[in-house]
């Protein structure tokens, strides 16, 4: 499969500078991409890095200075180059159709049209999928599950009983849905568990990463508002209510009970305590550890969480704090003797 | 199903304040019970909330003051609720009964009475599944593993040759029981493994979350002491031995070699560096990074963890820092001079 | 199964202290085994230890000072004990051969000789399988991945479409690898999917844990670099380049497009921000977070990540910081007086 640059002009929406009949063979990032293949530049101040590209052709931003490389100038390179990319990508595996023999679908779950079920899935009592949902090999739908349109359940994805997804929700590979919520009590010198007796409601236009937990609600539902995006490794405690269209990076931790509003951007590997709600637009960096609430639009960083700045005012007095102690220990023994004269004196 | 409130007081043990024929058709928290279910407050002091609440009745503590609301009296509410949320629960999906035909059973294992094996489960060479156990879909338990009774093995648990389970023991969904350790020595330039020839046992009454890991012991067993709780996405070196009622939140990592007590509470995203000793009852706070043994009792705290008032403390004056770093500059801009004046002085 | 120590003393090449005839029936770690077991000894200074223990006999360095139990002396205790506790292992279970009928696998996949393919597995379209490869229950090879030769994948591992892993590859249970990077951008108030069309390459002789999820490149590959291994529950992002013969240990996560060179050591719980470059020799201690790129040998620590040295004075510092805060409200309330003084007498 080639293109020519003018070929892919027109599909980029750009302009050639360069030879438009030359060919290219495929498109990738600009580290990996050969002579035969077309890469991007994102912003045309980073125009320089084209020179230690191999790549044999570039989108590049409108703005870019001159280059004496092949170019298709575009408005968006990105995303011109996610289409040019769809050109060069390899024909999908042929779509199997229908439910594989080898699933082992409940005679009670209702299933809708065009749903595609690989082997060794396993859907169980009264379970309902709606239409062109794929339902990947192992995946296991526990009871009374509920699933909507155009969903895709990677490999082993897992729903425990009463999980609902909305439309167009995406499910990685190996991730738990609806598990028990940590929850017990000491009694009598036994840690005696709290019944989880609620589920799992996804929004929408969800996605979550692979490998990653959201745990059933123990009296009510544990929630994921629409558009909402999970990454890998991330666990979400029972009963957190995550609000609409937020993006929460791998490896975070949400304990139990947590709010968020919508847009909120959680970095990787941080900590919410249980019962923390983030207001609309909160932003926490990574690594952070919260514990308390967030105002709308709060930037918070750190271990305990603060205030952004506040924090970046404290890490850069880190860098000082050893000179600073002994900058103290010296004025603390140049003051004995003024001071103990000053005592002397009084 | 609907019940009256003087139902559900018969249920509960406790006595109704408002009418005693209302209906009530669920159980639900707080914020997600409507106005036909009814909801619990756990403590007598957070009566206000139950003004905030949508649902139609409550349960509550004796010592709550009066409400305008109908409520039912209890000594425990959360014990209470629990017995009145189970009657409204679904009934649960027909189980199964015996070994389903679509699994993999070896012909040397040995299954006890009334065993459960759901489809494309795999039961390995040798293996012995107790009593009572209930083996979710493609649950794979190798070769030579011994299950004792009453245990649940969720979906996609994978148990590694020569686990050892307790009775009552529970397992969710994608976690790995005895997968090797992490033990290379650099031989040639090459990481050349060290062969992990040891198991897992994991004691009676332990419950296990999702995606979690426990590694295989290198020469001897990695140990989880009876009743102790793991939680979702944590990491179990090799060689560790959990002591018996732990609690372990999700994403801590104990690393190769620990040791804890009895009754270790470990909160979430906690590390622990290898060979610590953690003594009975120690409570490590989240996010903490335990580099040192513990004292019965003690409570660490921080990364590098030391005893919680001593890391409190150091938080507390961070927040001053930026500030003393400043003053510090004053006080010796101001000093040249009077220190100056002493030195020509002496 | 029982040994003499004098063929114990054949196997380890040393020589036996105290009875050769003595028989031993096991081979355990110094706090796992019996009377009847052998134990090792790892360094000589460490000799107090063998009292501690059960174990009827000990390997032991050539160095160790004379003990009163019995022993066998080599020059490398580890390599030796390995070599004895290979001879005590049980006799594995034995290995089923060929494709099990219960696997689905693809009529246009090339499988090689002498594959075990355990049941449940899915060997999907295209898919190329090397020699001597064994893909445990539950395995999902996606369309067009290619295998090389000696590979293991543990149960229900799962590779995405276009995974080339090469010779001697061991992935553990649960592990994804090509599962969609973490890529959105805001269009319109959504969050808009940019397509993750490369995938995955991983080196001879990588080893990969359990649970850990890899992600395939947006437009290019994600690296895993000859002889590397990689802990479980660890995350690496998109478009990442991990040099050779890395260690990678449990639950680090490696965001987007991070470099890495040859033998770097990254700890537990570790986070990489995006783009950032590891010179070959890093080593990043446990729990840090690293923004910036490294030099060669470079040793890393903290959150952010400083040079070692650096971070463990700030550490050590941190100790003092309250005293030293109080310290300097006594310098300055000392302070008005003499310098009051001084500016009354300037």
Known sequence: MEHTLEELARVAGGTVDGDPTKKVRGARSLDAAGPEEIAFLDHAHRFKVVEGSNAGAFLVPLDT????????????????????????????????VGIDHRAAVDPTAIIGERVVIHPFAVIGYKVE???????????????RSRIGRNCILHPHAVLYEDTVLGDR???????VIGADGFGYR???????????????????????????????????????????KIDN??????????????????????????????????????????????????????????????????????APARPERDEKRILISLEKLPETIREVKRLTARHVAPNQLGEQGS
């Not at 200075?65 to 990508?89: D, G, Y």
């Open 186 to 228: 000491l009694v009598n010198k036994v840690h005696e568990k709290i019944p989880q007796l609620g589920n799992v409601e996804v929004g929408n236009d969800c996605e979550i990463g692979a490998c990653t937990t959201v745990d059933r609600g123990t009296f009510g539902p544990t929630q994921l508002g629409a558009g909402s």
């Open 129 to 143: 999928i709606g239409d062109d949902c794929e339902i990947h090999p192992g995946v296991v739908v526990s009871a």
């Open 233 to 302: 490794l991330v666990q979400v405690g029972h009963n957190c209510r995550i609000g609409a269209n937020n993006l929460i990076v791998s490896q975070t931790g949400i304990a139990g009970s947590c709010t968020t509003g919508a847009y909120v951007v959680i970095a990787g590997q941080v900590g919410l305590a249980d019962h923390v709600t983030l207001a609309d637009g909160t932003v926490v960096g990574a690594k952070s550890g919260v514990m308390r609430n967030s105002q709308p639009g709060e930037r918070l960083l750190g």
């Open 65 to 96: 200075p001159p280059l004496t490389r092949p170019v298709i100038r575009v408005n968006e390179p990105l995303s011109s180059f996610i289409k040019v990319a769809r050109l060069f990508q390899k024909a999908p595996a042929p779509r199997p």
């Open 169 to 175: 929700v995406v499910i990685h590979a190996g991730t």
